[in-house]
């Protein structure tokens, strides 16, 4: 409804608003108009150029220059304070750090004299024979899986 | 293209019936007409920013009767729709732009002075700064106050009157 009533101007509309305004009605627009309008731009071009690139480059700066010189200080000492640590902790007490390796056979050594073996476990006389063990001890070593042998093997043992 | 501005401007305040509006529209015609310089045909200069301006106008009008609260379509005054499209004549314009210079005169010092330079006698930000020696980011920031308070201003007296 709202597009039927503001219809957009046709060309001959256009062209007599034209010629009718600049004749009759033509207004002084506000001084800092087209300032706005490249400020507008400007940002506009600036916001698409940071879209386009994540990248900030850092301006250059005698500031800069100082601060990074003193963070690369204070890595290097940072890096040799470790190297030192590392170096002379063992002198320094030797039992902070253990033998590692030595300890963890030991414990798995005392570990594995508490676990009985498989022969101690399975050493009971009176273990049930598995279903292959059976056939095998009886010569049946083929064709176990025809239906009629295995009946019979167990019709024959009943 | 600047050289077309005021006779932007003047469709557009014809077209809206707001000072306001139209320079916001004026200045996105501007825009737009910068960013899509690429279809321009070449033709007619004028012709290609009057009709971006017109069609921007159009929009910002159909955008305002969409906005507002609709009355039943049998309550609505007939007259409204044949005159809704015409460009306001240069009497109203020039009414518009009196009630304009008289809300500026209605404002408090400082946003007075800095409304009446910038609005009525046409100054930039600069010139009103050298002419009463406040510092240029002053003048600015007092035109953009006095802006928003004549725009409130100039709606009350509307919705009132």
Request: charged fraction near 30%.
């Amino acid at each position: 409804m709202n597009e039927e009533r503001y219809d957009y101007l046709s060309d001959e509309e256009l062209n007599s608003l034209i010629e009718d305004t600049e004749n009759n009605a033509m207004f002084t627009a506000p001084p800092d108009l087209m300032a706005d309008v490249l400020g507008r731009l400007n940002i506009k071009d600036s916001t698409a150029d940071s879209d386009k690139s994540d990248m900030t480059v850092a301006e250059f700066k005698p500031d800069n220059v100082k601060e990074f010189r003193s963070f690369c200080i204070k890595v290097i000492a940072a890096v040799a304070a470790a190297v030192v640590i590392i170096a002379v902790a063992p002198i320094v007490s030797p039992k902070l750090i253990p033998d590692s390796a030595t300890d963890y056979s030991m414990e798995y050594a005392a570990r594995d004299a508490d676990i009985p073996t498989k022969e101690e476990v399975l050493g009971v006389e009176d273990v049930i024979p598995s279903k292959e063990e059976v056939l095998t001890r009886n010569g049946i070593t083929e064709g176990i899986r025809d239906s009629h042998i295995i009946s019979d093997f167990y019709s024959k043992r009943s | 293209m600047e050289q077309y501005r005021n006779l932007v401007f003047s469709v557009c305040l014809r077209l809206t019936g707001d000072y306001f509006t139209a320079e916001d529209i004026t200045q996105e015609t501007f825009i737009a007409a910068y960013s899509n310089w690429d279809s321009f045909d070449g033709t007619s200069e004028k012709a290609w920013l009057c009709r971006i301006a017109s069609n921007k106008c159009i929009d910002y009008k159909r955008e305002a009767a969409r906005r507002m609260i609709m009355t039943a379509d049998d309550e609505m005054p007939e007259e409204a729709t044949a005159t809704d499209n015409e460009p306001l004549d240069t009497a109203v314009c020039n009414d518009l732009l009196s009630r304009l210079s008289d809300s500026c005169n209605k404002l408090s010092e400082p946003y007075k002075e800095a409304a009446v330079g910038y609005f009525i006698e046409g100054r930039t930000a600069k010139e009103i700064s050298v002419r009463t020696g406040t510092e240029l980011k002053t003048v600015q920031t007092r035109i953009y106050r006095a802006r928003e308070m004549l725009k409130k201003l100039i709606r009350k007296e509307d919705l009132l009157g």
